[in-house]
T-cell receptor
Framework: GEDVEQSLFLSVREGDSSVINCTYT??????LYWYKQEPGAGLQLLTYIFSNMDMKQDQRLTVLLNKKDKHLSLRIADTQTGDSAIYFCAGTGNTGKLIFGQGTTLQVKP | EAQVTQNPRYLITVTGKKLTVTCSQNMNHEYMSWYRQDPGLGLRQIYYSMNVEVTDKGDVPEGYKVSRKEKRNFPLILESPSPNQTSLYFC???????????????FGPGTRLTVL
């Protein structure tokens, strides 16, 4: 079945760019998503990319999709302390379920 | 306000004592599902429902039951909870299972369950 892998931890300084990476095994996902989870909170959809796109930009967020390598990344420009959270990438399996990676904890140091 | 609500938000219980976590959405969504979140494992789907009276197993259904008698509600039932069901549970809903901009999954705030 589908497998989604992420590195578990990333630490950056405030103002720097953050790049969170994700690899997946099943190329049939129509959409790939990035969710953000702040401490003690639920999941918030940050952005998504349709599988026939290579890049999507939304304000400080840039999503890059390399279908050949099955690699997805989320770049956060000018990272702020409020960006500290766990970030999940997810693909869509059959039956509509979201298949999540393990989550990357982003730590932003002042 | 469009939302998914879950109750309770926190629950500590003992092994074998039946419990129900409620989930309700006010967006007239057809698709609802339950996930559990465990450290280092991300979120895994427990059960899902495509519509009223239509439910099916996700990846980790053992020890759980669900029902979908009404469109808005999708309760998660643990008939005999065990310590390995200690986890953070999320309910989610969407218009359908297609995905994308108009069909994103909305998540509830989560229920933290501890089974002693």
């Amino acid at each position: 079945g589908e497998d989604v892998e992420q590195s578990l931890f990333l630490s950056v300084r405030e103002g720097d760019s953050s790049v969170i990476n994700c690899t997946y095994t099943d190329s049939s996902s129509t959409y790939l998503y990035w969710y953000k989870q702040e401490p003690g909170a639920g999941l918030q959809l940050l952005t998504y990319i349709f599988s026939n796109m290579d890049m999507k930009q939304d304000q400080r967020l840039t999503v890059l999709l390399n279908k050949k390598d099955k690699h997805l990344s989320l770049r956060i420009a000018d990272t702020q302390t409020g960006d500290s959270a766990i970030y999940f990438c997810a693909g869509t399996g059959n039956t509509g379920k979201l298949i999540f990676g393990q989550g990357t904890t982003l730590q932003v140091k002042p | 306000e469009a939302q998914v609500t879950q109750n309770p938000r926190y629950l500590i219980t003992v092994t074998g004592k039946k419990l129900t976590v409620t989930c309700s959405q006010n967006m007239n969504h057809e698709y609802m599902s339950w996930y559990r979140q465990d450290p280092g494992l991300g979120l895994r789907q427990i059960y899902y429902s495509m519509n009223v009276e239509v439910t099916d197993k996700g990846d980790v259904p053992e020890g759980y039951k669900v029902s979908r008698k009404e469109k808005r509600n999708f309760p998660l039932i643990l008939e005999s909870p065990s310590p390995n069901q200690t986890s953070l549970y999320f309910c989610a809903s969407s218009l359908s299972c297609i995905g994308g901009d108009t069909d994103t999954q909305y998540f509830g705030p989560g229920t933290r369950l501890t089974v002693l």
